[in-house]
């Protein structure tokens, strides 16, 4: 990564951030698999029946998210897929015109995207299963979101979401603990493992259409509730 590059965007970064009322969701972690997009268009789908105005951005050269909305019920939100590091704060700055909600899914590894999506962020999400691996990786996520805050000097918010939960394992403590004696802020509510995040997305689905009832359902609501506290939606 170049500090040089990021210096010159760092004046950039924190005017894009002063002149938006939309409220820019990243969710990002330097390990993938941990359920980052199936939470990002779950979250859209949830606030876009909830009438907001919402938008997507994949940032993830595997364009998961992308794919995901381009079908089905989900054809009507928002969204554009943006690979290019240096062109990742214009496409948030545009598609955040009369939105509400904007959610950028981050590729999985460090990058300057990363960096770039952050410096513009009114929160950022790091989801993280309970395992050691990942733990560590959110703490290095959590290092790149300090290193952005003193880039564009702002505070910028972040909290972690454990994913893919068994309720009653021992490793969900251990995670717990390792979060805590870092001082690493957590959601209240945990996604669990379910299939129903695979079996929706082939129809263009997310589990608030595809089982709207279902107990997926009612964790991505108590996860979108936290965030609208947080960001005072």
Known sequence: MTYKLLSVKSDVLLAVYKDKMTKVI?????????SKTSIAASLLDYWNKKELKVAGVDADPNCNLTRWLDKGSLKNIPHVAQTNEGEIINTVE??????DIVVV???????????YAIGISSLVVIPSRPSEDDV???LKTKQIVTNASKL?????????????VKAGTLVVEHSLKQFQAFNVPLFDTAIA????????????????TA??????????????KEIEVQLNL
Do not use: H, W
């Open 26 to 34: 990243t969710l990002c972690t330097s390990k993938g698999g941990t």
């Open 152 to 164: 564009t000097r702002r505070e910028i918010p972040y909290k972690v979401v454990l994913t893919q």
């Open 105 to 115: 899914d981050i590729a999985g590894f460090g990058n300057q995207s990363m960096v």
């Open 193 to 208: 493992f379910r299939t129903i995040y695979q079996t929706s997305r082939f129809s263009g689905e997310t589990p608030i």
């Open 94 to 99: 545009n598609i955040s015109d009369n939105r």
């Open 211 to 224: 089982e709207p009832q279902g107990k997926a359902t009612k964790e991505i609501k108590a996860l979108a």
């Open 136 to 138: 560590l990786e959110a």
